[in-house]
T-cell receptor, first 113, second 115 residues
């Protein structure tokens, strides 16, 4: 069975500091994709970053990077230089060989000025 | 640049009433999806459409029907609403269903309350 686990219900970070949001996954597929989405208080889901299971390098998109550790089955999101606008819910998701897309339960991030 | 547009944004129904949630995308995507989001449970897939003319059940399809009207539009229908269907509903689209790099783009959501 495919599963995404986010163990941090809530996180706090000081403005301008870096923060890591944890995500572990479970799959027996060899080929899979991992995604992070941001959901601000306005409610929309915003795609942030993607990592493929066969990608040799960790994905980066601006201030977002994905710390991909395949053997540990983890795909942590690192946000550098946090900004007040980063306060939101963050969801980790996975797509395997089937046609389903699995989401974690989310982590609420609060950036403190 | 509209992306994925959902209507309505808010809706209150009485138990047993029916309604249709509308979704349209302007990105020329082949695949479209309906999710529900409940507190503490993340998003769960209700139905998806790999391409125009096809629909398939996701994780939680009971109590819902869908129609892929054309390439742009994918509607979700509640025939007889129940309080358990109180949720936030999201429509999403992606270029294709194939491949693991399946980046989905979401609408703003519909907040539905069933009394």
């Amino acid at each position: 069975a495919q599963k995404i686990t986010q163990t941090q219900p809530g996180m706090f970070v000081q403005e301008k500091e870096a923060v890591t949001l944890d995500c572990t996954y479970d799959t027996s597929d060899q080929s899979y994709g991992l995604f992070w989405y941001k959901q601000p208080s306005s409610g929309e889901m915003i795609f942030l970053i993607y990592q493929g299971s066969y990608d040799e390098q960790n994905a980066t998109e601006g201030r977002y990077s994905l710390n991909f550790q395949k053997a540990r089955k983890s795909a942590n999101l690192v946000i550098s230089a946090s900004q007040l606008g980063d306060s939101a819910m963050y969801f980790c998701a996975m797509r395997g060989s089937g046609n389903q897309f699995y989401f974690g339960t989310g982590t609420s991030l609060t950036v403190i000025p | 640049n509209a992306g994925v547009t959902q209507t309505p944004k808010f809706q209150v129904l009485k138990t047993g009433q029916s309604m249709t949630l509308q979704c349209a995308q302007d990105m020329n995507h082949n695949s479209m999806y309906w999710y529900r989001q409940d507190p503490g449970m993340g998003l769960r897939l209700i139905y998806y459409s790999a391409s125009e003319g096809t629909t398939d059940k996701g994780e939680v399809p009971n109590g819902y029907n869908v129609s892929r009207l054309n390439k742009r539009e994918f509607s979700l229908r509640l025939e007889s609403a129940a309080p358990s269907q109180t949720s936030v509903y999201f429509c999403a689209s992606s270029e294709t269903l194939a491949g693991v790099k399946n980046i989905q783009y979401f609408g703003a959501g519909t907040r539905l309350s069933v009394l």
